[in-house]
């Protein structure tokens, strides 16, 4: 199983990235799939969850508006698309795949938005 994290870097303020995560090893289409973030010396939070099927949403109230989740079940990658991006964005940004029986996780790529 893996779960593979890209398209981190360094932004302005106000900028965008677009993070993906490929993943492998698993049947993908049956895994709700959500990114997670952690800034330094806080508790990792949940950013953005997407069903299974890609037909439903939830996000976080701080980035609501602004990031976008989708997948492609076809190609197996999740994607975080992040606009308006603002300092407090800054984290190590994570992949998580779960189910009912098993959960997994990515690497993470590092945010940093910075002027």
């Known amino acids: 199983v893996q779960l593979v994290e890209s398209g981190g870097g360094l932004v302005q303020p106000g900028g965008s990235l677009r993070l993906s995560c490929a993943a492998s090893?698993?049947?993908?289409?049956?895994?709700?799939m959500s990114w997670y973030r952690q800034a330094p010396e806080k508790a990792r939070e949940l950013v953005a969850t997407?069903?299974?099927?890609?037909?439903?949403?939830k996000y976080a109230d701080s980035v609501r508006g602004r990031f976008t989740i989708s997948r492609d079940n076809a190609k197996k990658m999740v994607y975080l698309q992040m606009n308006s991006l603002k300092f407090e964005d800054t984290a190590v940004y994570y992949c998580?795949?779960?189910?009912?029986?098993?959960?997994?996780w990515g690497q993470g790529t590092q945010v940093t938005v910075s002027s």
């Open positions: 998580q795949a779960r189910s009912l029986i098993a959960g997994y």
């Open positions: 090893g698993f049947t993908f289409s049956s895994y709700v």
């Open positions: 997407i069903t299974s099927d890609g037909h439903s949403q």
